[in-house]
C-alpha cells in the first residue's frame, strides 16, 4: 500500500512565523502535490511537483513556497504565516507512469495560525 | 471557467441505496475520479471512469456521460461506514497533474 505521511496532524503558529510542513511518500512516486482544503470549497491546489527539484504553481500559491530536494520528500512552506492561512492541509502523490495516475493522500496537517 | 457541482449533503438509510451526481464544466476532459473522505482522515480512490459507461466495484458503481459533462456514484446495501464525504474530481484535457475538485458531497447514512 502508498503511504503518504505527514509530519504533523495539528499544529498551532503565531502571524508572521515561517512554518514548515513536511510531507513523504514511500512509492517512489514522481508527482507531488499539496492542497489546502476548507469547509464549503473543494480541494485547492497549492503546489506540485513532477520530479525533483522541479516545481509548478497550481491555483493558490500565493504566500506559499516548496521545496523538493528528494523524490520522497516535499516540503511547503508559509513565508510568514497570516491567519487566512489557517486550514487543512493535504499533501497526496501519484505515479506518473501510471495510466490512470490517481493521488494517494496523506491524513492531513489541521493548521491554525493565531 | 472551469467548474464542478455536486450536493452539499445527502441523507440516506442504512441497506439503501443512493446516488451521487456530480457535474462538470471543463476546459478538456481525460478522466473522472470518485474519492471517500471520512471525517478527519484523508481522501481515498474509489474509482476512476475515462470512457462513458459504468463501471463497477463490489457495492460502489460510478457512470460517466461526457457528452452530457455528468458522473454519479452509486452506493448499494448502504452501511453506517459509508458515512463520509464523497469527492469528485476531474483531470483536464490539458494535464497530465493537475485535478480539478467539487466541493464534494457529505452522505449521512441513519439506521
Known amino acids: 500500500d502508498v503511504k503518504v505521511t505527514q509530519s504533523s496532524r495539528y499544529l498551532v503558529k503565531r502571524t508572521g512565523e515561517k512554518v514548515f510542513l513536511e510531507c513523504v511518500q514511500d512509492m517512489d512516486h514522481e508527482n507531488m502535490f499539496w492542497y489546502r482544503q476548507d469547509p464549503g470549497l473543494g480541494l485547492r491546489l497549492i503546489y506540485f511537483?513532477?520530479?525533483?527539484?522541479?516545481?509548478e504553481k497550481g491555483d493558490i500559491p500565493e504566500g506559499y513556497s516548496v521545496s523538493r530536494e528528494k523524490k520522497e520528500r516535499f516540503s511547503l512552506i508559509l513565508e510568514s504565516a497570516s491567519t487566512n492561512q489557517t486550514s487543512m492541509y493535504l499533501c497526496a502523490s501519484s505515479d506518473r507512469s501510471r495510466v490512470i495516475r490517481a493521488q494517494h493522500f496523506g491524513d492531513g496537517t489541521r493548521l491554525s495560525i493565531l | 471557467g472551469q467548474n464542478i457541482d455536486q450536493p452539499t449533503e445527502m441523507t440516506a438509510t442504512e441497506g439503501a441505496i443512493v446516488q451521487i451526481n456530480c457535474t462538470y464544466q471543463?476546459?478538456?476532459?481525460?478522466?473522472l475520479f470518485w474519492y471517500q473522505q471520512h471525517a478527519g482522515e484523508a481522501p481515498t480512490f474509489l474509482s476512476y471512469n475515462v470512457l462513458d459507461g459504468l463501471e463497477e466495484k463490489g457495492r460502489f458503481s460510478s457512470f460517466l456521460s461526457r457528452s452530457k459533462g455528468y458522473s454519479y456514484l452509486l452506493l448499494k446495501e448502504l452501511q453506517m461506514k459509508d458515512s463520509a464525504s464523497y469527492l469528485c474530481a476531474v483531470r483536464g484535457r490539458d494535464s497530465n497533474y493537475q485535478l480539478i475538485w467539487g466541493a464534494g458531497t457529505k452522505l449521512i447514512i441513519k439506521p
Open positions: 471543463t476546459s478538456g476532459f481525460n478522466g
Open positions: 511537483s513532477y520530479d525533483v527539484k522541479m516545481k
